[in-house]
Nanobody
Framework: QVQLVESGGGLVQTGGSLRLSCAASGRTFSWYAMGWFRQAPGKEREFVAGISRSGGSTGYADSVKGRFTISRDNAKNTVYLQMNSLKPEDTAVYYC??????????????????????WGQGTQVTVSA
């Protein structure tokens, strides 16, 4: 079992920045590839960013590429999402998720929600126009 707790959400103006954190507890954090997803009202949950177990491989949705940065600190059992140049369309509940990846390569990460076994409770991000 892995427990995930997100923090750092809030209300920000267009063009502003936020840094989300996701603290993990339970199993060995470095066993898991990690991802950030988001869900806006009335929409499907969508992939935002993913990072491999070592942190050496990352990927982003086209809508956030160049504005968001995912990173992790395995010593602190934490994954981060730095969000810059925020837009109203970034408004959503943001979730971090853990994908058991100990048998996969060190560069592996997934964009598919079904691959992730553990999810946090979510943190609201609201970007005002």
């Amino acid at each position: 079992q892995v427990q995930l707790v997100e923090s750092g959400g809030g209300l920000v103006q267009t063009g502003g920045s936020l840094r989300l954190s996701c603290a993990a507890s339970g199993r060995t954090f470095s066993w898991y590839a990690m991802g950030w997803f988001r869900q806006a009202p009335g929409k499907e949950r969508e992939f935002v960013a993913g990072i491999s177990r070592s942190g050496g491989s990352t990927g982003y949705a086209d809508s956030v590429k160049g504005r968001f940065t995912i990173s992790r600190d395995n010593a602190k059992n934490t994954v981060y999402l730095q969000m810059n140049s925020l837009k109203p369309e970034d408004t959503a509940v943001y979730y971090c998720a853990a994908d058991p990846a100990i048998t996969y390569s060190m560069t592996y990460y997934s964009r598919m929600p079904l691959e992730f076994d553990y999810w946090g409770q979510g943190t609201q991000v609201t970007v005002s126009a």
